[in-house]
């Protein structure tokens, strides 16, 4: 098999230590193989570096174990070419698994070329990525204790929940505040009514009649300051990624344009994917790295299931979130393609259609400097107007009704 690297080295990644293989091919084409065990410490890792800077090593493999491989590949980027790879597409020989082996067998693939290294943007994006999956998981968070709420005042037979949209908005704020504070006559509490809620005051006496007691006092209060808690950490993390969003700017802007998506979405999605399209060839293979396209399974020409493949969850779910909201945007092209799939695919599989088409237009967007142009409601329509004009009138007819066409002038 062809030698693509004549000094490569397998790192095989561990919580607590890394063993390492090195390969080298001389000018005579002999072989030479070393092995050595190094600890996860700073120390340990520089001392690492050294060895296999001594060796000649250009190029480095290792697998993506959890968060262990993160360290080794900051102190690594900078002197070697680095490949990421994925423990999936890495198989071991059966019956020789240990982890002098891992490493050899790392090494040996890298030597001969047969790893794909995964996406690994730059370290500017990678702190980014780390303050937006962070504030996910923390408005997550925020949601649940807003859930845990509701269930106490469901408890105390509050049913504020029945009358406003969201318990936690102004006025459910205000009302939820009164009844910590000891305040029980319920048209006191529906005086806190702000806004648009001030039309259901008679609804909200007869919700806010419950039977609130000094326990549900006290998980109120409890609950309610870690939800002033969470909001006050996910504000702290919206000022560091707007201070961190200064080179992308352009970017955020532009993707901002496509229906659907916000600042806080076009964050994620910068932070996940990167602005430079070229480490993807085409808008298909950033679909599939994503998790947004089918996945190929076929067996003697039967095509069996096509469920996605897995890739960002992160990406995923930003580009769900914005498919959701993109359809219900009137006169737009993601609207009418969302209307177009869900009558045949159902809600689930029509959001992954939208989102994908969501992510081909950034991907072209970004690739060709471009701005956002919608191609209308009726794109479908247009796009096979001679057939759709053909079954209306089958359709007509079958009712039993003439039909004469005339061009429009």
């Not at 230590?17 to 002999?30: P, T």
């Not at 359809?327 to 009558?343: E, M, N, P, T, W």
């Amino acid at each position: 098999m062809e030698t693509m690297y004549h000094r490569c080295a397998g790192l095989d990644v561990h919580k607590k230590s890394v063993e390492v293989a090195v390969r080298i091919l001389d000018n005579q084409g002999r072989l030479q193989t070393q092995t050595r065990h190094f600890g996860t410490y700073t120390r340990n890792l520089l001392e690492m570096a050294d060895w296999l800077a001594e060796q000649g090593v250009t190029h480095v493999a290792m697998e993506s174990t959890g968060v262990f491989w993160k360290p080794i590949y900051n102190i690594l980027e900078g002197r070697f070419s680095v490949l990421l790879v994925n423990a999936r597409h890495v198989k071991n020989v059966p019956g020789r698994k240990t982890d002098i082996k891992d490493c050899q067998w790392l090494a040996q693939l890298l030597q001969c070329g047969l790893l794909t290294g995964s996406f690994v943007p730059g370290r500017d994006l990678r702190q980014l990525r780390d303050l937006t999956r962070h504030r996910a998981q923390l408005v997550a968070e925020k949601n649940r204790v807003i859930n845990r709420i509701h269930k106490v005042l469901e408890d105390a037979n509050i049913k504020l929940g029945s009358v406003a949209t969201d318990i936690v908005g102004v006025s459910g704020r205000a009302m939820i505040c009164a009844i910590i504070q000891g305040e029980n006559n319920p048209e006191r509490l529906a005086g806190n009514a702000r806004r648009r809620l001030k039309n259901k005051t008679e609804e909200l006496k007869l919700a806010l009649e419950g039977h609130v007691n000094d326990h549900h006092r006290f998980m109120l209060k409890l609950l309610w300051e870690q939800l002033l808690s969470v909001e006050s950490l996910i504000q702290q993390l919206e000022d560091k990624i707007a201070s961190q969003m200064g080179p992308f700017q352009q970017a955020v802007e532009l993707i901002d344009e496509v229906p659907g998506i916000d600042r806080r979405v076009a964050h994620t999605i910068i932070a996940e994917m990167g602005i430079d399209m070229g480490q993807f060839p085409t808008d298909r293979h950033l679909a599939s790295w994503a998790g947004m396209c089918p996945g190929n399974n076929e067996s003697a020409g039967k095509r069996k299931s096509g469920k996605t493949t897995k890739g960002s969850r992160w990406l995923r779910q930003a580009l769900v979130q914005a498919a959701w909201a993109a359809s219900h945007v009137q006169d737009s092209y993601l609207a009418a393609q969302y209307s177009r799939v869900v009558k045949k695919r159902g809600k689930k599989r029509a959001l992954v259609a939208v989102g994908h088409s969501i992510l081909v237009i950034i991907y072209q967007m970004l690739k060709k400097k471009v701005h956002y142009q919608d191609l209308g409601s009726n794109y479908f329509d247009m796009r096979n107007h001679i057939h759709l004009t053909k079954y209306l009138v089958k359709r007509l007819e079958g009712l039993g009704h003439k039909v004469t066409l005339e061009c429009a002038a």
